[in-house]
T-cell receptor, first 116, second 115 residues
Framework: GAGVSQSPRYKVAKRGQDVALRCDPI?????LFWYQQALGQGPEFLTY????????KSGLPSDRFFAERPEGSVSTLKIQRTQQEDSAVYLC??????????????FGPGTRLTVT | QKEVEQNSGPLSVPEGAIASLNCTYS??????FFWYRQYSGKSPELIMS????GDKEDGRFTAQLNKASQYVSLLIRDSQPSDSATYLC???????????????FGKGTKLSVIP
């Protein structure tokens, strides 16, 4: 079946521009996660949704970062007034329902954001 | 500080040998452990999950968990050049408050399998 999809795959933004990154999770997956991965590092947690509820946003680095999942399926990560330090790969992952033991997270291909 | 530690490598093994990848974690309350494989320029791919002490085998892969020592490992038998990748250890470190299933990742170990 279809996996997690993300768009765009690559995004170049000028410093100060706003960007929106989209994630389409595996059908039926209740939980959705956003991670940020810098070169040579492991992914770092940004935020987590259970259906449409954003249960944990402790990893968002600043108030310029905002995520939503209004209908409990597709999610958008928005970064306002992008800065060079925002350059990274943004990964989306979904899991079936970790509250019921189905914790395995499956990652999408990622969006590589470059801020110039 | 909630941490997951891995040797960054590179770890080089000859084709056909056993590759052993190790990971330690800081929080004794951790319950769920995962190994991901990441090829250069690609996203992480789930290989194994393990939740109980002991060994779990899946094909050429064996995950080992020792909660008392806060240690989890991945063994790859009969290593192939196609196994050359970075292997990420990920741990669900529990936080207080509303349940969160975020994963904390190590920096990864780069494995090279030499033909």
């Amino acid at each position: 079946g279809a996996g997690v999809s993300q768009s765009p795959r690559y995004k170049v933004a000028k410093r100060g521009q706003d960007v929106a990154l989209r994630c389409d999770p595996i059908s039926g997956h209740v939980s959705l996660f956003w991670y940020q991965q810098a070169l040579g590092q492991g992914p770092e947690f940004l935020t987590y949704f259970q259906n449409e509820a954003q249960l944990d946003k402790s990893g968002l680095p600043s108030d310029r970062f905002f995520a939503e999942r209004p209908e409990g399926s597709v999610s958008t990560l928005k970064i306002q007034r992008t800065q060079q330090e925002d350059s990274a790969v943004y990964l989306c992952a979904s899991s079936l329902d970790p509250s019921k033991g189905a914790e395995e997270q499956y990652f999408g291909p990622g969006t590589r954001l470059t801020v110039t | 500080q909630k941490e997951v530690e891995q040797n960054s490598g590179p770890l080089s093994v000859p084709e056909g040998a056993i590759a052993s990848l190790n990971c330690t974690y800081s929080d004794r309350g951790s319950q769920s452990f995962f190994w991901y494989r990441q090829y250069s320029g690609k996203s992480p791919e789930l290989i194994m999950s393990i939740y109980s002490n002991g060994d779990k085998e899946d094909g050429r892969f064996t995950a080992q968990l020792n909660k008392a020592s806060q240690y989890v490992s991945l063994l790859i038998r009969d290593s192939q050049p196609s196994d050359s990748a970075t292997y990420l250890c990920a741990v669900n470190i529990p936080y207080s408050g509303a349940g969160s299933y975020q994963l904390t990742f190590g920096k990864g170990t780069k494995l090279s399998v030499i033909p």
